[in-house]
């Protein structure tokens, strides 16, 4: 059998993220992006509805056994990106080099 390359590799990989904020981080991001939209919005009422999203799907939102926590509270967008993919690599035992 030959060697398989990094793709294959991949592809036979299962990796899970469990990506996850807290309530108030979401609705302030929700909230924000409102506002860049022009929707007016009170941020009390934005949160308010998350909650109650959050408590109807609640029963579908599980993670995995074998899934890795990913809280993006205290990160930005591409901070959370960034912690995602370092979690991705470990999992799959990539190693990077130093000037990566």
Request: without cysteine.
């Amino acid at each position: 059998m030959g060697e398989m390359n990094v793709l294959e590799a991949i592809a036979i990989v299962t990796v899970k993220l469990f990506v996850t904020a807290s309530l108030a981080e979401r609705a302030h991001r929700r909230w924000l992006e409102l506002q860049a939209r022009g929707v007016k919005a009170d941020p009390a009422t934005v949160e308010a509805e998350m909650l109650a999203r959050d408590t109807r799907d609640a029963p579908n939102m599980r993670q995995a056994a074998d899934a890795v926590v990913l809280d993006t509270t205290l990160l930005g967008a591409d901070e959370a990106f960034e912690q995602g993919l370092l979690e991705v690599r470990k999992m799959l035992k990539i190693v990077t080099r130093p000037d990566n």
